[in-house]
């Protein structure tokens, strides 16, 4: 990397530090099977478990707990989510709570998905009057979470697009400060884990 290239990656992350600049990821996993029939049977698979949003809190060792809630907040059971419900995410250690909601569900013969962006927490009414998103990232963040059978081989992704810190403003509420250091710091680092390990699950490398 060259000194120029440096400099500019310091300076982005600063600004992103500061809550004035995004970032996209995404993470992917792929199995590829020896016919057709197994593909598909596998693809079949990989939607259920998209969808089953409940059982992504049973992942081996470490992981955040996902817990489903309808358009008025109260807990679903494991069935097909839909646009308007939310997403209760439990990060490992005592942080504050992180809401997500889905805008958008698809589930085709080849491809499926689920695209959620941060949320208020809808059983705060005073939070979401005051217009506050109880996630650290800003509310402009998408997650997208893809499964895909391209010929005898299942693929899934996440996919990370506008992720700014939500540290700015009434959005930020109380939160700028752990917010900031949740981002920067641990989830930082466990992010790849989380999401690496969810998309080995979906094509069933891992169960």
């Known amino acids: 990397m060259q000194p120029d290239d440096i400099i500019k990656a310091v300076k982005k992350e600063g600004e992103v530090i500061k809550g004035e600049e995004t970032k996209d990821k995404q993470y992917s996993s792929e199995n590829t099977y020896p016919d ?15 969808l089953d949003i409940n059982a992504w809190s049973d992942l081996p060792g470490i992981t955040s707990a996902f817990v489903l809630h309808d358009h008025q907040g109260q807990p679903k059971p494991a069935c097909l989510p839909e646009p308007g419900d939310f997403i209760f995410i439990d990060l490992p250690g005592p942080l504050p709570e992180n809401w997500v909601r889905i805008t958008a569900v698809h589930s085709g013969e ?39 059978l391209d010929g005898n081989t299942v693929s899934a992704w996440e996919i990370g697009r506008n992720e700014r810190i939500n540290n700015q403003g009434t959005e930020a509420g109380n939160r700028s400060v752990i917010n900031t250091l949740v981002a920067e710091g641990g989830w930082a680092f466990f992010q790849r884990m989380q999401w690496k390990k969810l998309t080995e699950y979906l094509v069933h490398l891992q169960d």
């Open 36 to 50: 057709p029939a197994a593909a598909n049977e596998a693809f079949a698979r990989s939607k259920q478990k998209l």
């Open 110 to 148: 080849k491809e499926a998905e689920v695209v959620v962006q941060p949320s208020y927490n809808p059983k705060s009414r005073e939070g979401a009057a005051r217009g506050e998103t109880e996630h650290f990232f800003s509310s402009e963040a998408t997650s997208t979470f893809r499964v895909r």
